[in-house]
């Protein structure tokens, strides 16, 4: 089967070794388990690739398949597997706690809500010290909207087009993607607002981001102007001006998009906006459930790479490397808002949750996660927008850290969407070849890159070099 593999997709691109020996995999057959796919298991829950993978095993950036077969995984779980696939540091501390005590619920005090309440909280810039621990982050921007409405008493929250916030019914109104809209009424009081998108908005230039890669764009701004910038805010104004009451509940956004693909917004964007939020009585909000926990490299928070301080910061996914958890952190002030009357979660805090979530923060420390975000993030960076340079179907590449996009058009000065048939035999030949790619963007055109922090910049040479082989191979179909 390896010779098969290998002939199916040439490359030169020689994948790193790894020392560790998966278990031999020993459930049902491949054709069983798709049969028990389509008949139990939701169809809302859509799998990846034409021939889905069946995972067995995982170590740190690596996943293995039920035949063996090894592939790097640069999407993480959808960017939650945050320190890597069973971390030695976090597996034993989860199992010494799963002999001890799973579940209490938090009308009780045992010692590891308190550890870690106080761990996650001395990580936070003031006045951002009392923590409500959910378990998911759609459950966690749920709640946001949720003290935000109280504590302002208004209503309206702002969000971006094309942001992300989750998909119960109440955070759908925040969500701005078509994709996940379903024809139920939602949104009663969320409106959204231009994105300062400065690859495909109307406005954008080559200093806008805070990147190591711009976009192709010119522009004729000078030292500390950005022309872009005070397009968007404009726009902005436009919203609260037009869309909204005098007075708001808040803003949400997530500091770089994620599942619109790692869109960023002019660098001093966030903060002029957060002050016209603030002008209006509202609070804001700080999606950090995949910028947060290290991942921007040069900062341990997304919002801190703006220079700003949100009222609200929702978590979640790299929290717990892939346990589910997640935590609304938030000021003395707005939390007591909720206190007001009963608000409980059977399982948000739970003994075992939280013995996860502290050994996760020591695991980012200890293994100098943050730093090897930023100097890995930044190799890469610059070894994708080689590729861009060279291949007219690479648009745009962007990102801080290891929260990179790599946007596939037809040609860079019309900026569309590259076909999704065309981008899907990329995407599938990368996966023949060893390596796992998220997709994203609202036409699904760009290639998310957010692998579990532990990755090596030998890793980056295999991804980069197998990328480089499907895009050769693409223009060779393409001729």
Known sequence: RQQKWKSSVSTRAKMPPCDFVPEKYESYPYERMQKIREQNISPSLRMYYKKPLLLHQGHMQWLFDYEGQRYLDLFAGIVTVSVGHCHPKVTIATQKQLSRLWHTTNIYMHPSIQEYAEKL???LPDPLKVVYLTNSGSEAND???FMARLYTRNFDIISFRGAYHGGSPYTLGLTSIGLYKHGLANGFGCSTTMLPDVFRGPWGGSHCRDSPVQTVRKCSCSEGECHANDQYIEQFKDTLNTSVPKTIAGFIAEPIQGVNGAVQYPRSFLKEAYQLVRERGGVCISDEVQT?????GSHFWGFQTHDV???IVTLAKGIGNGFP???VVTTKEIASSLAQNLHFNTFGGSPLACVVGAAVLDAIEEDGLQKNSEDVGTYMLLELAKLRDKFEIIGDVRGKGLMIGVEMVTDKDSRHPLPAEEINRIW???KDMGVL????GLYSQTFRIKPPMCITKKDVDFAVEVLHSALQKHMERAA
Do not use: H, N, W, Y
């Not at 947060?292 to 921007?296: D, E, L, N, P």
């Not at 790619?437 to 994203?440: A, D, K, L, Q, T």
């Open 428 to 430: 599938e030949d990368c």
């Open 437 to 440: 790619i998220g997709r994203g």
């Open 292 to 296: 947060g926990f290290g991942r921007t």
């Open 121 to 123: 909280t001395s990580l």
């Open 309 to 311: 301080v949100p009222d």
């Open 143 to 145: 709640l946001a909207m």
């Open 325 to 327: 958890m997640a935590a």
